[in-house]
């Protein structure tokens, strides 16, 4: 149920109009690592690494996130994503959330104009 529901919401963000501006393939993986993340942070009450994804989340949607819409390219990289986090281990997951807050640390989407 848990895979369902962060499916449907990250489908949900990456949704737009056709007047949208593109959502860049990084960014898009970028936002989806912080929102597998802030879950699996806060299932494994890691709750310094939980607020880094989960602030920088929220500043990414107040940045306009929601309004840009995505490729087919990388809606697959984004289906190819949430694959390879689901079947990883949880140590892989671990690593895989490590890129979520270097996403959180490095990102300049919310600072672009």
Do not use: P, W
């Not at 949900?12 to 860049?24: M, P």
């Not at 494994?44 to 309004?67: L, R």
């Not at 809606?75 to 807050?101: G, R």
């Amino acid at each position: 149920m848990k895979k369902v529901l962060i499916a449907g919401l990250v489908s949900c963000l990456f949704a737009g109009t056709a007047a949208a501006e593109s959502l860049d393939k990084d960014t898009a993986l970028g936002m989806a690592r912080l929102m597998i993340c802030t879950t699996f942070y806060a299932e494994q009450d890691m709750q310094i690494e939980g607020s880094i994804v989960g602030q920088s989340m929220m500043a990414h949607k107040n940045a306009g996130i929601e309004e840009m819409i995505m490729s087919k390219e990388t809606s697959k990289a984004l289906d190819a994503y949430m694959v390879q986090f689901n079947a990883s281990s949880k140590e892989q997951q671990v690593k895989l959330c490590d890129e979520a807050i270097k996403f959180a640390r490095e990102s300049d989407f919310v600072t672009a104009e």
